[in-house]
């Protein structure tokens, strides 16, 4: 294969940086830039000079590949057009709005023998990959992902916009089938969770808390693991990674605290770091995660390998999401026949006695 002809479908924010970075590719052609609004594509089109166009459907005997970078309620129907033309394709995550959809994706790019990613990027932060060949067989994971109110992806909520990160991170690094989920969430800003938490329980004994906020004040990213020979954390915005490896006498057990005299108290008080408890710190320097995403695409519809993050794991990621979602639902349910919004809603200030009776109600 030569260059590889590629369109970015969807021309928004995230659209366009994908359409910026593939314009720039040795060994790949942006043939054109897609999006039903016009004032979008041609911006975008404009930008990576290329053509602009309101459909897909006219492209499909003249690319390779596309990304996907739709709103998500789209993913499914363009998907289901371009992998019957046999196209390549890369889909920004959640790669559909439900389970169903997804299951129909990865059938069909198996049977037509193509490639399907998910837009995971943060599988290709360095800091993850420092730390993930010592969180092997974790017994505990604490995920924390928070971030300002951005006023988009307003179709999904903060589990697919935001944790669904954190759970692809989490089942890779488990690989353990799901024996239980406890969630709840609440919104602040329309009919979607915009604060949520997850507990998942695995059959292995692995237990993994997970936080997301899209309406804190401060970003944050960050992971910490309890493996049986580490303990690992992840700052994923700063790229830093710290792996503590305790000492081997921790590890057999031989070391009781209760019962060390004074003098050992004092000794391993002054060897706590560089003899039980020695921590490594890694940092790196700032990466394009999104263009080593992109690499990694193109190169494999070069050689028909496996992309990092394959639909199958894009689906299996969105299965849990789902699970995390029913909770939710299920245990801010009101008993009643009146329809009820899904989610709690967020608690009101100054409300009058009549108005406060009738979210009282709504809470259930």
């Not at 602009?52 to 990304?67: E, F, G, M, N, P």
């Not at 037509?112 to 290709?124: I, K, N, S, T, Y």
Request: glycine share 4%; aromatic share 4%.
């Amino acid at each position: 294969m030569n260059n590889i002809r590629v369109a970015v479908i969807g021309a928004g924010r995230l659209g366009g940086f994908h359409a910026q970075k593939i314009s720039r590719m040795d060994g790949v052609e942006l043939v054109a830039v897609v999006d039903p609004l016009a004032a979008n594509r041609d911006r975008v089109a404009a930008a990576c000079r290329t053509q602009a166009l309101a459909s897909h459907r006219t492209l499909l005997d003249k690319i390779d590949a596309a990304v996907i970078a739709s709103p998500t309620v789209l993913h499914h129907a363009l998907a289901i057009d371009l992998l019957e033309s046999r196209i390549h394709l890369l889909v920004e995550k959640p790669l559909c709005a439900n389970l169903a959809e997804a299951d129909e994706l990865v059938e069909l790019a198996q049977r037509q023998q193509v490639v399907l990613q998910v837009g995971h990027v943060e599988r290709f932060n360095p800091a993850l990959d420092a730390v993930a060949p010592h969180a092997k067989n974790p017994r505990f994971i604490e995920t924390v992902r928070t971030s300002g109110f951005t006023f988009r992806s307003l179709d999904i909520g903060v589990v697919h916009d935001m944790m669904i990160h954190d759970i692809d991170i989490v089942l890779s690094l488990v690989n353990s089938p799901l024996k239980r989920t406890e969630a709840t969430g609440i919104t602040l800003f329309g009919g979607r969770e915009d604060i949520a938490h997850a507990w998942l329980e695995f059959e292995s004994g692995c237990v993994a808390s997970l936080s997301a906020s899209r309406v804190a004040h401060d970003s944050v990213r960050k992971m910490h693991a309890w493996a049986e020979a580490a303990l690992v954390s992840v700052d994923y915005a700063a790229r830093a990674a710290t792996i503590v490896r305790p000492g081997k006498a921790l590890l057999r057990g031989e070391l009781q605290a209760q019962d060390l005299d004074a003098e050992q108290i004092e000794y391993y008080k002054a060897h706590l770091g560089d003899e039980l408890l020695p921590r490594e710190v890694q940092s790196y320097e700032a990466i394009d995660a999104l263009s080593l995403e992109l690499q990694d695409f193109v190169e494999s519809i070069r050689t028909m390998r496996q992309p990092r993050v394959n639909g199958a794991a894009g689906r299996d990621a969105l299965a849990v999401a789902e699970q995390i979602l029913a909770c939710i639902a299920t245990r801010h349910a009101a008993p009643s026949t009146k329809a009820f919004p899904r989610i709690v809603p967020a608690p009101h200030f100054d409300l009058s006695a009549a108005s406060r009776s009738q979210s009282e109600r709504r809470a259930g």
